[in-house]
């Protein structure tokens, strides 16, 4: 048990499929991310929310598409995927950048197979 | 640019020591992370320096030079579940990390 938990665990989706990953983190903190991290490659960050507020990172294309209800909830809506997006997904928290306590913690990662 | 260079495979014996080595190049500095990642499963929190000098956990401990962009994480005693990944990241002037690609430990009886 982590703090941060992710799901699902596994995905398999198709093209044109629109599918959703859930991150949910325990840990009473007010930032959350998502990483996608790509065999032998560093972690690629993806999107940032803190103090319920985006950061957006404008490499991530169009169809990865963030929402932050609350801080303590974190989605990421998949539509149209392209196989090289296949993946694992990392969500992440940490207390907001700049406010002490910089480690982030992550959850277990949503598997992503696109075909 | 920023970059974090770390070596992609290191092998080492059970019961040996083992360090590897993370070079780093950030806009501006606010601390470099440690995390262990094992085949499947989520990265987890080892070290954390934003001083120089190293800082020992147990059997792990984390080095820092910030004068030459260095850092090493010295595993002792080493056991065969310390089989996994080891990231380095640095965390830049904004506050974001910067990742290495990770040094897979592979540890052999």
């Known amino acids: 048990e982590t703090g941060v938990t992710q799901t699902p665990r596994h995905l398999v989706m198709g093209m044109t499929n629109k599918k959703s990953l859930k991150c949910e983190q325990h840990?009473?903190?007010?930032?959350m991310y998502w990483y996608k991290q790509s065999a032998k490659k560093p972690l690629e960050l993806m999107f940032v929310?803190?103090?319920?507020?985006?950061?957006e990172n404008n490499s991530v294309p169009s169809r990865f598409s963030p929402e932050c209800p609350n801080s303590s909830h974190l989605f990421l809506h998949l539509h149209t995927l392209q196989p090289e997006d296949s993946a694992l997904y990392l969500c992440?928290?940490?207390?907001?950048?700049?406010?002490?306590?910089?480690?982030?913690?992550f959850g277990e990662g949503s598997w992503l197979t696109v075909v | 640019g920023q970059n974090i260079d770390q070596p992609t495979e290191m092998t080492a014996t059970e019961g040996a020591i083992v360090q590897i080595n993370c070079t780093y190049q950030?806009?501006?500095?606010?601390?470099l992370f440690w995390y262990q990642q094992h085949a499947g499963e989520a990265p987890t929190f080892l070290s954390y320096?934003?001083l120089d000098g190293l800082e020992e956990k147990g059997r792990f401990s984390s080095f820092l030079s910030r004068s030459k962009g260095y850092s090493y994480l010295l595993l002792k005693e080493l056991q065969m579940k310390d089989s996994a990944s080891y990231l380095c990241?640095?965390?830049?002037?904004?506050?974001?990390?910067?990742w290495g690609a990770g040094t897979k430990l592979i540890i052999k009886p």
């Open positions: 992440a928290s940490s207390q907001s950048p700049g406010q002490g306590g910089n480690t982030i913690y």
């Open positions: 840990l009473g903190h007010n930032a």
């Open positions: 929310y803190s103090l319920e507020e985006r950061v």
């Open positions: 950030t806009s501006g500095f606010n601390g």
């Open positions: 320096n934003v």
């Open positions: 990241a640095s965390m830049d002037s904004n506050y974001q990390l910067i």
